[in-house]
């Protein structure tokens, strides 16, 4: 059987070839359009989840896309998947979207892959963690479109330039490619958000936790997961400290 990360890889980047061919064919005027934003969401999924059944029959599943049961409560290896992170930048015409497939096992990230279309690129949880440099200005990889107040106070408080971009997938690969030096996000987000992003990220040797550093824990009954730091492991105890101050002062 192939390896779960070398699978994880070959889903996610067929996934994405599939949804690349989809953004390239669809009529002008259908850009932006719900339509357009659906039938990613509903042929990357009908791919994923067939490739799933046939290739890891045994395993549960968790999509963005699907209905959710119980029966992943009960499993040892739950599929956490989101088949088109950045539905809105993806029917923009834009590249800043992802597919995320990871594995969950018996209480942790196993195995994760994002594949980037837009950059031709996969990254997978397989490989060496990089050696990282303190970085001089900090690069805040933000929501282009939802970047909440906590980060943009965050940003202004440590003089930190803020990239936005879309899809959470997308701005922790930036991290992962040097792009960036942290992704922080607040104010909601889903398990499948972030799973598979930070399981490729922690591979790279960066830090993610919640914001208040708690840990991130996947495949709970509720799988809202609101928040998370993805950062340069040597920056993680000022942005964990500033992002505790901040929090403090707002709840005072
Ligand atoms: N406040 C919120 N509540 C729920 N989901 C959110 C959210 N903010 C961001 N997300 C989800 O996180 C992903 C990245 O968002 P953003 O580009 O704004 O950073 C998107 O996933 P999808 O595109 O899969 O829906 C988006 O739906
Ligand atoms: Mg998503």
Not at 23 to 48: H, I, M, V, W, Y
Not at 207 to 222: H, I, Q
Not at 233 to 247: F, K, M, Q, Y
């Amino acid at each position: 059987m192939v390896h779960d990360t070398a699978f994880a890889a070959r889903l996610a980047s067929d996934a994405g070839r599939l949804l690349r061919r989809i953004q390239r064919d669809a009529p002008p005027d259908e850009l932006g359009t719900r339509e357009l934003k659906d039938r990613g969401d509903r042929e990357s999924q009908r791919f994923l989840a067939r490739e799933l059944a046939e290739h890891r029959p045994d395993d549960a599943i968790l999509s963005e896309e699907a209905e959710d049961g119980t029966a992943r409560l009960r499993a040892e290896r739950v599929w956490i998947v989101d088949p088109l992170d950045g539905t809105r930048e993806f029917s923009e015409g834009r590249d800043d979207w992802a597919v995320h497939v990871a594995l969950w096992e018996r209480g942790a990230l196993a195995s994760g892959a994002v594949a980037l279309p837009g950059l031709d690129a996969v990254l997978t949880s397989d490989g060496d963690p990089r050696l990282w440099q303190r970085p001089e200005r900090l690069r805040l990889a933000v929501s282009r479109t939802r970047a909440t107040p906590l980060v943009q106070r965050l940003a202004a408080e440590l003089d930190a330039e803020l990239v936005p971009m879309g899809s959470a997938g997308f701005k922790a690969a930036a991290v992962v490619r040097g792009e960036a030096d942290a992704y922080v996000h607040t104010g909601g987000q889903y398990e499948w958000d972030s799973a598979a992003p930070v399981a490729v990220a922690r591979a790279a040797g960066l830090f993610a936790s919640r914001v208040d550093g708690r840990p991130l824990e996947y495949n709970n009954a509720n799988p809202y997961l609101p928040d998370l730091v993805v950062c340069n492991p040597l920056i993680a105890d000022e942005l964990l400290g500033r992002v505790a101050s901040i929090l403090e002062e707002d709840a005072r």
